[in-house]
């Protein structure tokens, strides 16, 4: 499966683009991660960013 890509808007007008199986909040951050094929299956965090970071609308996906 392939990742979903996102389009992710910064308080400073940039944004990022990013590939990424699932996203959520974890505390004060907004976290991506990928799942990776092995003995088992894993995840891992592909991007973590700072919610304070982040205007009120920050997410598109791609």
């Given amino acids: 499966m392939e990742p ?11 944004t990022l683009k990013v ?10 951050e907004l976290v991506f991660s ?8 894993f995840e891992v965090d592909s991007l973590r960013i700072p919610r304070s970071l982040l205007p009120k609308k920050t997410m598109y996906r791609h």
């Fill in 4 to 14: 979903d890509i996102w389009l992710v808007k910064l308080r400073g007008g940039s």
């Fill in 19 to 28: 590939a990424a199986h699932a996203w959520g909040i974890e505390g004060d």
């Fill in 34 to 41: 990928l799942l990776c094929r092995g003995q088992p299956p």
